[in-house]
Each structure stands twice: as C-alpha cells, then as structure tokens.
C-alpha cells in the first residue's frame, strides 16, 4: 500500500515511535503544524476494554511505539485520487487530522481542545 503513496502524498513516514513522536518529525521537517482529532484515530473495543477507557486508549495510541504502520500527508487535491490508489490495495486509511500552516500541534476531540501533555520515543 506504501507505493500507491508515490506521487501522491506531500510526507510519510512509520509510526514505529509513536504516532506524537514521528508526526512531530513531519512537522519539524516542513515547518508546518497540525491539528489531530482524537475521535477519529482508529483504535480497537479490545484496547478501549483492556485499558478500562477510551481516553486511556486514545493516548496509548497516540504515545505507543512499534507499529510500524505509515503515517502521511495529502492534499486535499489529491485526495481522491489517494483513495482510489489505496482502495485497490484493500488498505485501510483513516484521515486523523489537517495539516496547519501555523506551525502548533494541537490534539482536541470533537472541536473540543484537550490539554494532553504526551510524547513518544525519541
């Protein structure tokens, strides 16, 4: 699925150090920053039930390592084309946030702001 990226997406990079943490890297790199909802990070009713909370498993997933799966950026231009390169591969891709040309790093749930104060490894 990382080849229908080729083209397409603006940056990418592996979230084997933590979504925060490797995100942070796409950042500093462009200079730009981004606003990331938590309510949209794909995350399993067996990590919500194993942490005992969805907040709990919405900040494991965010913070945790070692996923080794892909985290990049598109523009909204090439958006459509993205899906339908991905929808042949039978991936999965889940839009979590926007990129801002501000340069902050925001987390909220719902347009609500959260005041989180994680990171990953470095």
Known sequence: AGQALVGLASSAIDISDGLI?????ILKRSQVGVSIDVSQLPISSELVQFLDDKVSAQQYALS???EYELCFTVSEQNRGSLQSALSYSGCKVTCIGQIRPNGTF?????????????SGFD
Do not use: V
């Not at 943490?21 to 890297?25: F, G, N, Q, V």
């Not at 987390?107 to 994680?118: F, I, S, V």
């Open 106 to 118: 925001e987390l909220h749930d719902n347009n609500q702001p959260l005041d989180w104060d994680l």
């Open 64 to 66: 945790s390592g070692e």
């Open 21 to 25: 943490s490797d995100i942070k890297h």
